[in-house]
């Protein structure tokens, strides 16, 4: 039973990732009707600004409360990239509005590849170390059961951004804009929004959450590398979908399925006869077993194609 | 005579004289000696020839996206390899009768397995996925590319993440571009025949197609299996060329060099895209020094094509038919 909280957990946390980058990919889809390529590698990108960010930031604010310095990083990382996010936006995707979705599905890997491999070329292709923001404990209320301090702070953080991000989506006029250009691009724009605005402004807070995944994911497994987002966003990708893309709730339970799933296959890999380097298989089975059953996820709706 | 023959005739013949220029000094017909570098870089070519004409019956004459290309080329490889390396005692000797002439028998022979495996593989892909479009589909046949990777680094008959080694060198200069010539002409006139209009029916308007009666789904798996084939064959003259094969090998930047060779070429253009694949594979060995760079290089070409050209370099030049006899350029 202990081992199974325990495997709950370490799921949930790593859940918390995914559903991070998850929402993304759903929200840049649900406005632009294409799949984001990139977005794992923005995820790279935040957790790179964050370790340089951090580097620089920790003897100047060694007087400052841990909690203090570790947000200020945080925020920093989702900044820098809801920035980036932003000007890919502009230089890569734009110029392809009206254009087939191949078209811009095949700029999208190209920009894919750019980051990874000008990544490789900035910061080295050799994993690197994480500086740690804030002192790892262990958490243990029951016998057997450990919990880090960082696996909490990073369900409670990723809670608290939904939350944030659901008062954006519901409760402001972008985010009004935001749902009205999802349903219907033409009336949306007929009736005054600025679409060239609010695509700006999903592409930005998609990044920016994505930066926060990549600062608790690289909080968790400490080592990061320019390729390390491919796995991570090809996963969120898969939650994304599980959840019905262009759902946002969708996004943030897929995420959490998805992570507690893959960490249950692995840690009871011999119950289940699944060796455990099947880890990275699990996600494209899901995959592939939602496509054929239920294509439109679990909360999206099912769309007629119109000729 | 029709554009077809010509190119089968050109096709012969460019076979014939690459089985004269061989590397190995000990070969049957040393009557022009190459640069060994050369040498490998032309069998290389022809590889990429192989994988970047099969992809092209998916990405570009089908109008489907496949990112796994990499995990057909990989089921080619280890399934020809399995007969010639892990069997290779067993398997010859039941192939004694050709006297001689039994390792060359086995390596053509493993090349039609692992050929015939991939096209299993591309069956077993494409059934259920071929129903998904666009992007869903892109992401799935990764997937799919990706799964096959893991499932063969957790094999340890196949040498699991280790790779496989001592492979026999049997692929030569005349073998793999045999292998492509075929692989042209198959294609080409695939997609050339009355059956093959409709892969391009599906690819303009997948709808209409459907209206028309077209069996879209047929054809889209079609399409897959005769794709995968090649790749596998590609697949296996790739083993026994290198002589050792790791999963790591297979992984999804392979499929994504195969697809930056189709789309430079210009999608559902053979010609082009044979050209594309060529340049591409000399273009990497002069870029050696600045590997690093090149990736680089390839992913802003990608960008910048897709923004200012998206049918490709070479796209669009209604392909060299054109300048044959016969069409008189109104294909």
Known sequence: MNELLQQLINGLSLGAVYALIALGYTMVYGVLRFINFAHGDVFMVGAFTGMYFGRWLKPLAAAWPEWLFASTVLLVSMLSCAILGIVLERLAYKPLRERPRLTVLITAIGVSLLLEYAGQLVFGAAPRGFPSLITSSSISGIEGLHASNIQVIVLVVTALLLWGLHLVVMRTRLGLAMRALSLNPTAARLMGVNTNVVISFTFGIGSALAAAGAIFYASLYQAIDPFMGVLPGMKAFVAAVLGGIGSLPGAMVGGLILGVVETLVVGYSQLLGIPPGYRDAVAFVILILILLFKPSGLFGKTMREKV | ?331
Request: hydrophobic residues 55%; aromatic residues 8%; glycine residues 14%.
């Open chain 2, 1 to 331: 005579m029709g554009a077809r023959s010509l190119v089968l005739i050109a096709a012969l013949a460019v076979g014939l004289v690459s089985f004269c220029f061989t590397g190995h000094p000990e070969a049957a017909w040393p009557l022009a000696q190459i640069d060994d570098y050369l040498l490998n870089i032309l069998i290389l070519a022809g590889i990429n020839v192989i994988l970047a004409v099969s992809l092209n019956i998916v990405n570009g004459h089908t109008g489907q996206f496949s990112l796994g290309h990499a995990g057909f080329m990989a089921v080619g490889a280890y399934g020809s390899a399995a007969l010639t390396q892990l069997n290779g005692k067993a398997c010859l000797a039941s192939l004694s009768f050709l006297g001689s002439a039994a390792p060359l028998g086995l390596f053509v022979l493993s090349l039609l397995v692992g050929g015939l495996l991939a096209a299993l593989a591309g069956l077993a892909v494409g059934l259920p996925s071929l129903r998904l479009k666009g992007d869903y589909l892109a992401i799935v046949t990764l997937g799919f590319g990706e799964i096959i990777r893991v499932m063969i680094q957790n094999t340890e008959s196949l040498g699991g993440a280790r790779g496989l080694a001592g492979i026999p060198n049997h692929t030569t200069l005349g073998w793999t571009w045999l292998v492509s010539l075929i692989s042209i002409y198959c294609v080409g006139s695939l997609v050339n025949s009355t059956y093959g209009r409709g892969f391009l029916a599906v690819r303009d308007d997948e709808i209409a197609a459907e209206a028309m009666g077209i069996n879209t789904t047929r054809y889209k798996v079609t399409a897959f299996v005769v794709g995968a084939f090649f790749a596998g064959l590609a697949g296996g003259l790739y083993a026994h060329f290198i002589g050792y094969v790791t999963p790591e090998g297979f992984s999804f930047l392979k499929s994504v060099d195969v697809v930056v060779m189709v789309i430079l070429g210009g999608m559902g253009s053979t010609a082009g895209v044979t050209v594309a694949a060529i340049g591409l594979t000399f273009l990497n060995e002069a870029l050696r020094e600045a590997e690093q760079y090149r990736m680089v290089a390839f992913a802003l070409l990608l960008i910048i094509l897709m923004i200012t050209r998206p049918q490709g370099l070479l796209g669009g030049l209604g392909g060299l038919a054109r300048w044959l006899p016969g069409k008189g350029g109104k294909s």
